[in-house]
């Protein structure tokens, strides 16, 4: 063993030593960034769609706090980029999102990239995704990277999506969002989420705005966006057999029942499901095996093949 008194240490510096020594063979085996990359993108994502004004961030946020799992808004991180003056690609985002349409694929992945970097993520069982993919070519982009494992896709009538966008309002000074919309439209009951002060200041004392991209105008270009490019991520999600659909007709009330919907859905998917019959060889076997076994990049066929040899 090493003799602290031969070296001249004190048992002190003797065990300061050990563990600088023991802490630089632990960095030895440090993730490098590709590998981190992969690591974090192995993590099964929750992807969460729907119109501009139907729910899906404030049920992301909630969705988070119940599951642990961090949340991800584009939007929110959009327009915090595009508040910065000093940002070059705050300001093109900035010009792109006051007009109402969508961010380009490229800058969208690099925003992607660099949120999934952040610290709360190593740990996490997974992530929700608020707001991305936005275009079938962005989801294609993300299969490519990440295992989704269920896309929630929640829709309201266009006159509720107009009246809820129209009533929303944010605090100046600590950006919490409100609605001022009082919703009571047939089935539809959606009362007003107000600060306890009032309607027209928030608890801490900010002022209530109105966002850019909520003026009527602008709400009209996202949601005729929304339906060109964004719509269509419900069928290449449905044909991926992961997509479930959910109308939010009481709003918040309604939570409870959404987050039991939506882990009965998950617990569904990721059942072992029973390959019925194939035939990798001249003897057409059959064997029923749980596609849980199989290996990555491995076919039914390859999986009866290693199983019989």
Request: glycine residues 6%.
């Given at each position: 063993?090493?003799?602290?008194?031969?070296?001249?240490?004190?048992?002190?510096?003797?065990?300061s030593l050990l563990?600088?020594?023991?802490?630089?063979?632990?960095?030895?085996?440090?993730?490098t960034?590709?590998?981190?990359?992969q690591?974090?993108?192995?993590k099964t994502?929750?992807?969460?769609?729907?119109?501009?004004g139907?729910?899906?961030?404030?049920?992301?946020?909630?969705?988070?706090?119940?599951w642990?799992?961090?949340?991800?808004?584009?939007?929110?991180?959009?327009?915090?980029?595009?508040?910065?003056p000093?940002?070059?690609?705050?300001?093109?985002?900035?010009?792109?999102m006051?007009?109402?349409?969508?961010v380009?694929?490229?800058?969208m992945?690099?925003?992607?990239?660099?949120?999934l970097?952040?610290?709360?993520l190593?740990?996490?069982?997974?992530?929700?995704?608020?707001g991305?993919p936005?275009?079938?070519?962005?989801?294609?982009?993300?299969?490519?990277?990440?295992?989704v494992?269920?896309?929630v896709?929640?829709?309201?009538?266009?006159d509720?999506l107009?009246?809820k966008?129209?009533?929303?309002?944010?605090?100046d000074?600590?950006?919490?969002?409100?609605?001022?919309?009082d919703?009571?439209?047939?089935?539809?009951?959606?009362?007003?989420l107000?600060?306890?002060?009032?309607?027209?200041k928030?608890?801490?004392?900010?002022p209530l705005?109105?966002?850019?991209?909520?003026?009527?105008?602008?709400?009209?270009?996202?949601?005729?966006?929304y339906?060109?490019?964004t719509a269509?991520?419900?069928?290449?999600?449905?044909?991926?057999?992961?997509?479930?659909s959910?109308?939010?007709?009481?709003?918040?009330?309604?939570?409870?029942?959404?987050k039991?919907r939506?882990?009965?859905?998950?617990k569904?998917?990721?059942?072992p499901?029973?390959?019925?019959?194939?035939?990798p060889n001249?003897f057409?076997i059959?064997?029923?095996?749980?596609?849980?076994?199989?290996?990555?990049?491995?076919?039914?066929?390859?999986l009866?093949?290693?199983?019989l040899?």
């Amino acid at each position: 063993g090493i003799n602290a008194e031969y070296m001249g240490l004190s048992k002190k510096e003797m065990v300061s030593l050990l563990c600088n020594l023991l802490f630089g063979a632990f960095n030895c085996t440090k993730l490098t960034c590709a590998e981190k990359k992969q690591q974090i993108y192995q993590k099964t994502m929750i992807i969460l769609l729907g119109a501009p004004g139907v729910g899906k961030g404030t049920y992301g946020k909630l969705l988070s706090q119940d599951w642990n799992m961090p949340v991800f808004s584009t939007g929110d991180y959009l327009r915090s980029l595009a508040k910065d003056p000093n940002s070059e690609i705050g300001q093109r985002v900035k010009k792109i999102m006051d007009s109402g349409a969508l961010v380009d694929d490229k800058t969208m992945m690099d925003v992607i990239d660099n949120r999934l970097f952040k610290d709360d993520l190593p740990d996490a069982k997974g992530i929700i995704l608020d707001g991305f993919p936005r275009t079938v070519s962005q989801a294609d982009l993300l299969d490519k990277r990440a295992k989704v494992g269920a896309a929630v896709n929640f829709y309201l009538r266009d006159d509720v999506l107009m009246q809820k966008l129209c009533g929303r309002r944010e605090c100046d000074k600590c950006k919490k969002a409100y609605n001022v919309a009082d919703v009571k439209t047939g089935d539809y009951v959606m009362p007003p989420l107000l600060p306890k002060s009032g309607s027209t200041k928030c608890d801490c004392g900010g002022p209530l705005m109105l966002r850019d991209d909520d003026k009527p105008a602008v709400i009209q270009n996202r949601l005729k966006v929304y339906y060109e490019k964004t719509a269509p991520l419900e069928e290449y999600y449905k044909k991926k057999g992961v997509l479930m659909s959910y109308e939010p007709k009481k709003g918040l009330t309604e939570y409870p029942t959404i987050k039991q919907r939506i882990d009965e859905f998950i617990k569904e998917l990721k059942a072992p499901k029973k390959i019925q019959s194939f035939s990798p060889n001249k003897f057409n076997i059959l064997i029923p095996v749980s596609y849980t076994h199989l290996r990555a990049h491995e076919t039914e066929a390859d999986l009866v093949c290693r199983l019989l040899l």
